[in-house]
């Protein structure tokens, strides 16, 4: 295994169209998050999966937004009428938790958006 | 909730000097976890080091230690005989103790540039 995979690595779209984003998590790990990273800012939570449930949700998170994890392995994030403001680094985590203590987030190399 | 603070968009250092990165950080909560991410350029995050707020004594990691003072809410970075390698955005994070709460609350970062 060789981290967290994250496809495709570039994506750019016409403002309006629909866009999908999938994140393979490292195989053992339960827990899966999504953050979105803009120019010169650190990276913002959108929500969380542990297993293929979704725990937590970001106010960032539009109605626009929708992301699963099917069967709890890799997840899908997709963004319905992309508008430009969507432009940004969509970035996958994964961690996992040991006896009593919870693993670091291991992060993915991210999908970089540009809405034209 | 939760704010991390870093207030230099940028610092440099001499190879094989040592440079200090400032972070801050507003919490109500009295457990919780701060970590030290680093970014390369077109690279995926990685995890620098990490401290558990309970534990006093400061983390290190073979060049990497930083200075956690709880009361002031603060937890700086010192990397020591710094490499070329070390250039990259540098970002500290915190997180929650309690259980359900995994996300990471970043700064707005740290670029760090190292001079041959």
Not at chain 1, 54 to 64: A, H, T, V
Not at chain 1, 84 to 106: K, N, V
């Amino acid at each position: 295994d060789t981290g967290v995979s994250q496809d495709p690595r570039h994506k750019i779209t016409k403002r309006g169209q629909n866009v999908t984003f999938r994140c393979d998590p490292i195989s053992e790990h339960n827990r899966l998050y999504w953050y979105r990273q803009t120019l010169g800012q650190g990276p913002e939570f959108l929500t969380y999966f542990q297993n293929e449930a979704q725990l937590e949700k970001s106010r960032l998170l539009s109605d626009r937004f929708s992301a699963e994890r099917p069967k709890g392995s890799f997840s899908t994030l997709e963004i319905q009428r992309t508008e430009q403001g969507d432009s940004a680094m969509y970035l996958c985590a994964s961690s996992s938790r040991l006896d009593t203590e919870d693993t670091e987030a291991f992060f993915g190399q991210g999908t970089r958006l540009t809405v034209v | 909730a939760q704010t991390v603070t870093q207030s230099q968009p940028e610092m440099s250092v001499q190879e094989a000097e040592t440079v200090t990165l400032s972070c801050t950080y507003d919490t109500s909560e009295s457990d919780y976890y701060l970590f030290w991410y680093k970014q390369p350029p077109s690279r995926q995050m990685i995890l620098v080091i990490r401290q558990e707020a309970y534990k006093q004594q400061n983390a290190t990691e073979n060049r990497f230690s930083v200075n956690f003072q709880k009361a002031a809410k603060s937890f700086s970075l010192k990397i020591s005989d710094s490499q070329l390698g070390d250039a990259a955005m540098y970002f500290c994070a915190y997180r929650s103790f309690g259980a359900g709460s995994y996300q990471l609350t970043f700064g707005k970062g740290t670029k760090l540039s190292v001079i041959p």
